[in-house]
């Protein structure tokens, strides 16, 4: 084979390194950045809906638990408390609130006036018992007819009324609202704290919704405590636990071993001794020395009613103390703080406090079964008709919330 002399000087070809070039390079960058972005879009998604699973899951049991309100509006609000969104429904109800005033005037609704059908005193009865109460004078006029007197209701003990009841409307502007206001005599009834698996939490605990049969037999009475222990600016003692620490100053409701209840500022000096079985505070005392406490205003919305934003006319409740040991428990609808203070000292309460608030939270049911019988949802009756929550709360297991009872003391 001939070799051509021309190709004999030419340089032979060696391997070089093939460098990409500028678009090859720019393609690589932009699939990486593509696979990271999806990586992070992949994270981003299944965080959301590992979010919108526990969401669902959280307020769907929420919009389906009674305990949390009769409405699905009060659970839904409830429910977005609990999980950090108070000041948005704060926000909501203040607005809500402030397009719905109380409306000044008007007149009640037919027979939401209680007017006794007789008023004798207290019969005579070898049992030691407190003197009927007198009537409550009424705020506004001219007087209906059965405003602010006395009736018994619910059981007796040893055929003594240990309950009256009245309703009057609670000031002389808003003459279409009515409350409702309890005495309860302490020396033929006992007094109880149930504690709920929510407020306060914890548990488990010897009374407990629902009330049982043993204590069916003897109730006389239920109505609701105070607010979330989140809000309530004290603490609980019960069951020989102190489940909340108590705040030096705080209105307290006090339960003796003997059933005895009182309603109290907690003082420094005041300690947990074996005579005592509960306390119960909330706030600060709200009437003292039978007169509202210095510094109250009709709006103010911080320190009475922080649970419901700025709302300042809603239902109220108050528990109180009178001068010979008498209970007396004050509700209504379009009550602001002076109205509930200026209600306890007509019924005669010289120490009070304020109980909860909002429409789904306060209750005072009372029971009418025959001298023998139990106490039970068919025999309950709220002490105003516009309650919600019914006389059955107290005695279905999902209620969670704390309350107090009224039975017949035993011999």
Known sequence: MAIDPSTMNR????????????????????????????RIVKVVVLALLVALTWFAFSLGGALFNPALGSSLGSRTAEWARTHGGSSIVNWVENEWYSHHAPPIGGSVAPN???????????????????????????????????????????????????????????????????????WMDTKLLSARLYSGSWIPGGGPYPFTAPVRTPQARSLVAAFNAGFLMNNAGGGYYTNHRMEVPLRSGAASFVVYRNGTPNVVAWGRSMKITSNIVSVRQNLDLLVNDATP???????????????????????????????????????????????????LVRAGAVRAMELDINTDWVNFSYYSPSPLGLASVSNGRELLSAMTGTPARYFKSWWARDFITLSARTP
């Open 112 to 182: 939401a006036i209680r007017v006794p059908t007789s008023t004798p005193g207290a019969p005579s009865s070898p049992v030691s018992h407190l003197p009927k109460p007198a009537p409550i004078v009424p705020f506004a006029s001219p007087v209906i007819p059965g405003e602010g007197q006395w009736s018994p209701a619910g059981r007796t003990v040893d055929g003594v009324p240990a309950l009256y009841v009245t309703t009057l409307r609670p000031d002389a502007v808003h003459t279409s609202y009515v409350a409702g206001v309890a």
């Open 11 to 38: 340089e032979r070809p060696t391997a070089t390194t093939v460098r990409p070039s500028g678009r090859g390079m720019h393609e690589r960058g932009r699939r990486s950045r593509f696979r990271r972005r999806s």
């Open 293 to 343: 406490v210095p510094g109250l205003q009709a709006n103010d919305t911080r320190k009475w009613g922080a649970t419901l934003g700025n709302s300042v006319y809603v239902w109220r409740s108050g528990l109180g103390v009178t001068a010979d040991g008498a209970l007396v428990y004050v509700a209504g609808p379009g009550l602001n703080i002076t109205d509930l203070a200026n209600l």
